[in-house]
């Protein structure tokens, strides 16, 4: 397949669409590895504070207050 002969300059168009395609892939890589990290966090929060309850729906009164 012959393709015809091209500038830099006939290229740039399409060096300009890639690398802005490019560049919006990562940014919703970055948007998706955000929301894992809060989802894994807010998990890894809520595991603790079931622990933490030993199991009960919500903590005895008292727990955990700054002036005990």
Do not use: K, Y
């Not at 091209?6 to 892939?25: K, R, V, Y």
């Amino acid at each position: 397949m012959n393709r015809p002969s091209s500038s830099t300059s006939d290229l740039q168009p399409l060096l300009t669409t890639l690398g802005q395609l490019i560049a919006q892939a990562r940014q919703q890589a970055v948007r998706a590895v955000d929301v894992v990290q809060v989802q894994t966090c807010w998990d890894v929060g809520r595991h603790i504070v079931e622990f933490e309850q030993g199991g009960a729906a919500r903590a005895s009164p008292g727990c955990g207050s700054l002036g005990a």
